[in-house]
């Protein structure tokens, strides 16, 4: 993964190893103009830890963007372990602890929460340290898990795009292809299978596939190898970024994007590759805006729960927006929601 420092907007980057175990633990900040950086803590193994920097650092930067189109008086930031595989429960749970007392020294201008790879748990864990951290256990005085939110936002996206495209929000004989079915993934497929969409399901773990069709009425299982060339109507990416490539587009035959993934546009120019193929792309960073918002609306802006519907409703309403801003001046609707970003934001935070 090749990534430039130089095009990289942010505040600053917090870069540690732990000589025991040859973890990174990373915290990048992107920006704090909004308001305090607000982003998860992935735990995951890289090839390089060159390749987990660059992930940080983007995934920050995507978090910026979330929060400013999302209308939230926060910034954007982000923080990876890079693990090596198959580290014990102990050392997993210093490395959390010291990653906790990083955040805690930062002094609320970076609060983390969940991500790929770390749980409820994992948020009790870091709040031992420090309170700069969302989704604790209800036990613990969090809120719990924003995942049911973050699938929420990313069924209002869908019923957007395809009333957008269609004209109906009905999802009854739409067929919707969901890749990866972790947490965020098979809640969304749940809420799919209850308004009568058809449904593909993919995830590399076969057995969890499996355990979720017998589970829905209208679900197959489709093999994570064909993905990218099988027929649907909505291509929901639930897990990795970079999906959609200069490699992956050209075999798409779908006609809209609409996931929860983070970082689904492998380069700069996919999204406009998108719009030449004629495929509505809803960008990541609206569309998966369901969780920060419950996070951030019921842990910091003590938010009613009808408020954090409505707000998560709206998500629909500003991709309408931003298609119609597409439409109107050509660009592609990743460019369109950057310029309400920037709108937020001032022109120097966006990347070009
Ligand atoms: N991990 C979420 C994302 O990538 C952000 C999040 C952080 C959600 C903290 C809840 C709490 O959007």
Request: glycine content about 12%; charged content about 20%.
């Amino acid at each position: 993964m090749s990534f430039e420092l130089d095009a990289w907007r942010g505040e600053n980057v917090l870069v540690n190893r732990d000589l025991r175990t040859g973890a990174w633990s990373m915290i990048a900040l992107h920006s704090t103009r909004l308001g305090p950086a607000v982003g998860g803590t992935r735990m995951k193994s890289y090839a390089t830890a060159d390749d987990a920097l660059a992930d940080c650092m983007r995934l920050a930067e995507g978090m910026t963007y979330k929060t400013a189109v999302a209308g939230l008086p926060a910034g954007g930031g982000k923080a990876v372990l890079a693990v090596p595989p198959g580290l014990s429960a102990d050392a997993r749970a210093r490395l959390l602890l010291d990653h906790g007392r990083r955040v805690a020294d930062l002094g609320g201008r970076f609060v983390t929460g969940p991500d790929m790879g770390t749980g409820e748990t994992d948020m009790d864990l870091l709040g031992t340290v420090t309170g700069h951290v969302f989704c604790r256990s209800l036990a613990n005085g969090g809120a719990g898990t924003a995942s049911p939110w973050t699938a929420a936002g990313v069924l209002a996206a869908i019923e957007a795009t395809i009333q957008y495209e269609i004209g109906s929000r009905r999802l009854d004989g739409m067929t919707v292809l969901v890749q990866g079915i972790g947490e965020v993934g098979a809640r969304l497929a749940r809420l799919l299978s209850t308004r009568g969409a058809r449904l593909l399901l993919s995830d590399i773990d076969q057995r969890a596939v499996d355990r979720l069709i017998s589970e829905l009425p209208g679900a197959t299982a489709l093999d994570p190898g064909r993905v990218y060339a099988t027929e649907c109507d909505v291509y929901s990416p639930c897990a990795v970024g970079a999906t959609l490539s200069q490699a992956t587009i050209p075999q798409l035959r779908c006609r809209m994007v609409v996931g929860a993934a983070n970082n689904q546009l492998a380069g700069a120019d996919d999204a406009e590759r998108l719009r030449r193929q004629g495929i509505r792309y809803a960008p990541d960073f609206v569309a998966n805006a369901g969780g920060i918002i419950r996070a951030v609306g019921s842990e910091t802006l003590h938010w009613s729960d009808d408020e954090i519907d409505a707000r998560i409703a709206a998500i629909g309403t500003t991709l309408l927006d931003i298609y119609e801003r597409s439409d109107a001046s050509g660009a592609s609707t990743a460019a369109a929601a950057l310029r309400i970003a920037e709108e937020r934001l001032g022109a120097d935070a966006v990347a070009a």
